[in-house]
């Protein structure tokens, strides 16, 4: 079934099509949660939220814009939601507690380090670009931030990526 025809029966309330949403992008946005959150726990808080938020507001979901971007956008505003109480509790965003995601490869772990270590809107653009592949148009609505502004931080991103990664001695190709 087409994504239109699950988002229209969503807003008729059936809880089947809400059930293939989520399952269609249940992992690209924990991926994209625990990108932007660092712990797990908190990712996968994130996503449930957001699809709390999305069940409570399809109906305001407009045809013919691109549903990914309407609901990378609800994650992001959960995800942020969840930044705020961590720096009201004085918690260190950056802190990770559980690294049992990363996979054993050094190199690979270098990489998801360094993109931690972007400042957070740089950090969610270069997500969004270069790990879930939306376009940079995409990224400005999702982020409501104008096309410059993307391409200047997407840019700016890669250099403070290749820098930090050439710091930690790791090869990077242009």
Do not use: W
Not at 18 to 40: F, G, N, W
Not at 134 to 144: D, M, P, R, V
């Amino acid at each position: 079934m087409d994504e239109e025809s699950i988002i229209r029966r969503c807003q008729e309330g059936d809880l089947m099509a809400y059930r293939a949403i989520y399952e269609r992008y249940e992992q690209p946005l924990l991926r994209t949660a625990l990108r932007v959150l660092s712990q797990k726990q908190d990712a996968e808080d994130a996503v449930q939220e957001a699809f709390l938020k999305l069940h409570r507001s399809i109906n305001n979901y407009k045809r013919g814009s691109k549903f990914s971007t309407y609901l990378f956008r609800i994650l992001l505003n959960s995800c942020f939601d969840i930044l705020r109480k961590r720096n009201r509790a004085g918690f260190n965003t950056r802190e990770i507690e559980d690294l049992s995601y990363y996979p054993g490869h050094e190199s690979y772990f270098n990489i998801e380090r360094a993109i931690e270590a972007l400042p957070q809107q740089m950090r969610i653009c270069f997500i969004l670009f270069a790990v879930e592949e939306f376009g940079q148009e995409e990224i400005a609505q999702i982020l409501n931030k104008s096309l410059g502004t993307v391409k200047a931080t997407v840019h700016r991103a890669k250099a403070r990526l290749r820098s930090l990664l050439s710091d930690s001695g790791m090869e990077v190709k242009a």
